[in-house]
């Protein structure tokens, strides 16, 4: 490490984590300084920092918010690097924080970096949720950096070779979350639509107009506020900049829309744009303009604007969803997920310029191939800020009659054929614990659920649906609302979180069963992973209400995991699939314990605590709730062009004033 000034904690004997404090060779999230602040003009109504006098700003601040980069080495992994090892990177973009994880070619964690990022929910808008664009690609190039940098590090003490280098880098992410920009400046219009915001429920009800499925059978989606489409047409409907350059023929070609992979992907390839003010020193990032425009078949199939067949933006479902014609230039190109898409640019990550970028899949996707879950029948479920459970179908496209989503899985090559799944996908999991801690602080940290939940044996009737944003799959009920039913005076904080983790074990079997309904095939095992697996409890609960084995993988990282094999086997750091399954290996399996008739009596509890939840958000309030929102922004662009208009009436009659 040399004289660079870390704090550091031995987790164990194999692993160091390290805290930067800002002064050192490596770049904390606040010391890469750059040039120009974005901003857009929108209606005070969309201003979505709460912390913000400006009503028109795009950022919070003039600088990020401070989080300290979370740096691991795992020793033993470095101990066993040869001068034949090969390294893949993968950049793990998700809903609470950003990621960059080297794996070797064994699948082991070399070395990985994590930044936290801001969550942005509007004061005055229950349920919206929004992310910074332009900080998320800051983290981005954070966690690059430091890596970059250990890795140089490393090689100077000796302690890895010189050759050893990243073969390439694979981007996994959170889906549909949206962002738009223009392709002239590289600034975002607005702050990112996060997936689980629910602004859009009524946009979709009105487009479902009672027929939820109505676009199912080309796009495997329900009409709902989770998928990317409505996410643009609220953009279109409210952003007063975006709309205008929409309608503009000279403009309308430099809009883009993506989710969060393109977003990095054009990032990573660009440059910056010359003409950026040389005076702003603001300390801000400056977005790059010029990069590849490109999406893999995983992400694109969650917008509604996807013919699953085809494998095609489809002109008619975007202009029935935008209301309004869309150039096709406006999305990004759709590829195979295992692709060489382009490589980093010399300007965007020091350190790594050159790096093929080399494979894009959704974090769900990514998750099911770290699983190595690539046979017919093979599947996984994700504990994370939300809950995704999902099964390869192989080359066949079923379509779901229980609520459930068919979704494009992955693509190895141009030449392979296009993979899909059945999944369901749960709005509320790992963010239910963060809401006992952070809202009702009932908990300190997410480890005392655990160990408030063991002070009772059993829920004693009790029940939590977290429908905090409506219930997802397989029910798609947006008036849904969260409730804890069934309390007495003998009930206690214990018994809330016992609840709290049970509730995402009750939502999985729901999926559960709803796959089996859709494909016949019967789930023998359970593979898991996120950081709801910590949770020994939750994992043995989940073994009891299904009746089946919960088995945990050995690597635990499988959405990083996923997107490194996936970049790997593009690169030529793995041949093929076998190869890649030979890596995986069960770390724990927790088997069923629990009776029959004991499952069947907190099954029909559930069943009755759900039914309590239901229609608790009248669809008149929401839509009427929607359409005034929309008036009022456009009734103040109207008047923001008034003004602009008499101020310059007036600036011309004093200029004629002062001439004559």
Sequence with gaps: MGQTPFTLWLLSTSSLFIFNRGVSAFVPATQIHHRHSPSIRVPPLLSSSPSSSDANSLSSSSKFKDYPVQLKINQDVLKDVTKDTKLVGSIDQGTSSTRFIVFTDKAQILASAQVEQT??????NVGWHEHDGLEIWHRTVTCM????KQLEALKDENKIPSTCQISGIGITNQRETTIAWNAETGKPYHKAIVWDDVRTSAIARQLANTKVDRFRKQTGLPVASYFAGTKVRWL????????RDLQDDNQREKVRFGTMDTWLLYQLTGTKKATFDKNNNSGDTVPNVGGIFATDVSNASRWLFLDIRKVQWDPKLIRKICNMDIPLDCFPSVCPSSHLFGSVSFTAVPGMEGVPLAAVLGDQQAALFGQCAFQKGESKNTYGTGMFLMMNTGTELVTSKAGLLTTLAYQIGTDGPVHYALEGSVAQCGSVIQ?????????SAAKESDELALLTESNDG???????????APYWRSDARGCIVGMTSTHHKGHICRAALEAAAYQAREVFDAIYS??????YTLRVDGGGTQSKLLMQFQADILGVPVEKPLIMETTALGAAFAAGLATGVWK????????WKVSETYTPQMKSAERQELWNGWKKAVDRSLGWVEPESLAGSVRRRTV???LRIRLKRARRRAGIRARKFFASQTEY
């Design 119 to 124: 969550q942005y929910y509007p004061s005055k």
């Design 145 to 148: 950096t430091t890596i970059a």
């Design 236 to 243: 279109i409907d409210n952003v007063g900049d975006l709309r």
């Design 435 to 443: 809401w006992l801690r952070d809202k009702l602080n009932l908990i």
């Design 462 to 472: 009790l029940y939590f649906v977290p429908a905090f944003s409506g219930l997802f």
């Design 518 to 523: 859709d494909s016949n095939v019967p789930l």
């Design 576 to 583: 093929d699939l076998d190869e890649i399954q030979k890596f």
């Design 632 to 634: 009022f922004a456009r």
